[in-house]
């Protein structure tokens, strides 16, 4: 199956995708954890992407696309794949449904995670990852067992770059202004369907293992 997770920042798509890769043992291709990733390697690519992500802008789509593109053509992708944080713009979509379509594949769902923005705001700004394994938490909703140190690795946590709030209202503008319009475009291809980001990590797990069930999908 190959499933986009579409929504706002802080829609809590990352933190779905990593459970919903695990039960249903599906590749989670994430393009803000590969951007991030350039960024530390310093790459040609990450060098260009700070300088956007740093302001809560979009990378050029150009950018962006290739390292989809390459990344869904490697053989551990043939299976299937989920999407979070790509497509981003109807160009990348178009991209990205002629791309398939060259190798005969399509979309078969789009999860829309209607959010609002007070919810967005508040889980961004409380948001903490760890330095070394990426590892998610917030400081009211999801907390270390320790204060600042990953349950998981026990390396530091930190606050993303782009996790300040004027960052992060730029951030919620651009997805209006740019992200928004794949709501009408993937409703077109009668792909889309939605649940509400609104609610807490495990309701919504709950609806989307629902939503699977009903697609036929698990
Ligand atoms: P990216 O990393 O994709 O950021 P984003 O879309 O802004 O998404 P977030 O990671 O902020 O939110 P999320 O919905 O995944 O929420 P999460 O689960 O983490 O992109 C970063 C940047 O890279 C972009 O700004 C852009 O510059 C660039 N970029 C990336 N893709 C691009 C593209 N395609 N084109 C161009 N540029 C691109 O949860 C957030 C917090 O809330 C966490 O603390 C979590 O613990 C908590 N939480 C999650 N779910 C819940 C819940 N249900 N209840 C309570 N708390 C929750």
Same mark, same amino acid.
């Given at each position: 199956?190959?499933?986009?997770?579409?929504?706002?920042?802080?829609?809590? /798509?990352?933190?779905?995708?990593? *459970?919903?890769?695990?039960?249903?043992?599906?590749?989670?291709?994430?393009?803000?954890?590969?951007?991030? +990733?350039?960024?530390?390697? /310093?790459?040609?690519?990450?060098? !260009?992407?700070?300088?956007?992500?740093? /302001?809560? +802008?979009?990378?050029?789509?150009?950018?962006v696309?290739?390292?989809?593109?390459? @990344?869904?053509?490697?053989?551990?992708?043939?299976?299937?794949?989920?999407?979070?944080?790509?497509?981003?713009?109807?160009?990348?979509?178009?991209? &990205? =449904?002629?791309?398939? =379509?060259s190798?005969? #594949?399509?979309?078969? &769902?789009?999860?829309?995670?209607?959010?609002?923005?007070?919810?967005?705001?508040?889980?961004?700004?409380?948001? @903490? *990852?760890?330095?070394?394994?990426g %590892?998610?938490?917030?400081?009211?909703?999801?907390?270390?067992?320790?204060?600042? *140190?990953?349950?998981?690795?026990g390396?530091? !946590?930190? #606050?993303?770059?782009?996790?300040? &709030?004027?960052?992060?209202?730029?951030? !919620?503008?651009?997805? #209006?202004?740019?992200?928004?319009?794949?709501?009408?475009?993937?409703?077109? @291809?009668?792909?889309l369907?939605?649940?509400?980001?609104?609610?807490?990590?495990?309701?919504?797990?709950? $609806? %989307?293992?629902? !939503?699977? &069930?009903?697609? $036929?999908?698990?």
């Open positions: 199956m190959k499933i986009i997770l579409l929504g706002p920042p802080g829609a809590g /798509k990352g933190t779905q995708a990593e *459970v919903l890769s695990r039960t249903y043992k599906m590749l989670h291709v994430s393009t803000g954890d590969m951007l991030r +990733e350039s960024v530390k390697n /310093k790459t040609e690519a990450g060098l !260009l992407a700070k300088s956007f992500m740093d /302001k809560g +802008e979009l990378v050029p789509d150009n950018v696309t290739a390292i989809v593109v390459s @990344r869904i053509s490697k053989p551990d992708a043939k299976a299937g794949f989920m999407l979070d944080g790509f497509p981003r713009t109807v160009q990348q979509a178009v991209e &990205l =449904e002629k791309q398939l =379509e190798a005969k #594949q399509k979309i078969d &769902l789009v999860l829309y995670f209607n959010t609002a923005e007070k919810t967005a705001i508040e889980r961004l700004t409380g948001r @903490r *990852v760890c330095t070394k394994c %590892l998610n938490y917030h400081v009211k909703n999801k907390p270390p067992k320790k204060m600042n *140190v990953c349950d998981s690795c390396a530091g !946590l930190i #606050q993303r770059d782009d996790d300040k &709030l004027e960052t992060i209202k730029n951030r !919620l503008n651009v997805y #209006q202004k740019q992200t928004a319009p794949l709501l009408s475009f993937y409703k077109e @291809r009668s792909t369907r939605e649940v509400s980001g609104d609610l807490n990590v495990n309701e919504l797990f709950l $609806k %989307l293992k629902d !939503l699977f &069930l009903n697609e $036929k999908l698990s």
